[in-house]
């Protein structure tokens, strides 16, 4: 094996677009959420690393719409279409990320919930466009980096203490 | 992309010179528990893309032990204290007794948890202490958590209530070094992270505003 890839890295509140043989990664997960939307055929696939769940909640100037949940997933397919992707092709997503990092035993605020939340907010996001989620790593309290390979439609979740599975 | 915050030289100076009181308090009190000399280095003020801000420790992979505080009051905001696991280790060591602790074999003890969340108690105490004595503000830190995990699923957790108003990272770094020159040289960091609003009542506390 000595085929030659690249890994396109997404940083966090990122998004990026890749196809086979290349890789596409983003390391660090932890309440934010990576979110693969791809096409098994064309072998291409989108990355989000989402950082929270709506963009509403945002009072600044500039909007980042790979940072929110109902933003990001909207990107992610305009992407995919501008790199070939037909508007109605079967697509797939697999999702990793929105753990509590801290346990909290007090006071706990509704920021440090936001794990649960941005799942919940990219699950909502991924049904409104009809593309199932295929498998999924979520929750727990552990920090994750994801690796998607387009050519397998496999995705590497690495975490510190549990090291690496496939979804 | 907008920089919602761009910071006058005055401002960024207080700042600093918040890290200088707060991080030197800190210091002592960290020297007081390993009986030995604990130096600090000039704060610095870093006004800088997420990404950027996970670079400072080595990139969003990273292993880091962690304890996190969370501070209330007249402001507010995030304040972490970080090792590297075994820097982690050798000072958990040190303060339970327990010769065989290792931040690399999990599951870890209570006993040496706690001891590091005490540490962590203890050190963001005199940093937010001087802080509040400095500013005049009432600024009482929550109860602090642990993590060992990756530099960016743990430095997220500061940057949720910043993230809703700007795309940077606005932190004050403080690195405490110890200064036995043995291998077992200690180097944390501090990192304290105002939230966006809390920034305006620090400046307005020293009559300064934040839009000169």
Redesign the interface.
Known sequence: MSETFEIVKV????LGIVQAPNRIRT??????VGVVIFNVHLKIAALAHI??PDST??????L?KA?YANTAIEEMMTLLQSHGVRRYSPLKAKIAGG?Q???????T?E??R?GPRNVAAVKQELLKYNIPIVSADVGG?????VEFNPETSMLSVRT??HGTKEI | MKDTFSLSPFQLDLLKEIGNIGAGNAATSLSKILNRTVNMKVPEVKVVSFDEMMDVLGGPEQEIASIFVRFEGNASGSMFFVLTPDEASVLIRKMTGNEQFNFHNPPYSNLAISAYEELGNILAGSYLSALSDFTNLNVQPTVPSCSVDMVGAILTVGLIELSQVTDHAIFIDTILTDEDHNDEEIKGHFFLLPHPESFEVIFKSFGVSHHE
Do not use: P, W, Y
Not at chain 1, 57 to 62: N, P
Not at chain 1, 141 to 145: E, K, P
């Open positions: 940083g966090i509140a990122d390391s660090g997960l932890g309440s934010c950082m929270l909640t945002f009072r600044g100037e500039g980042n940072k753990a990092m801290f346990q909290m035993t007090s006071g605020k920021s440090m936001i309290a552990s920090g994750r980096t510190v203490n």
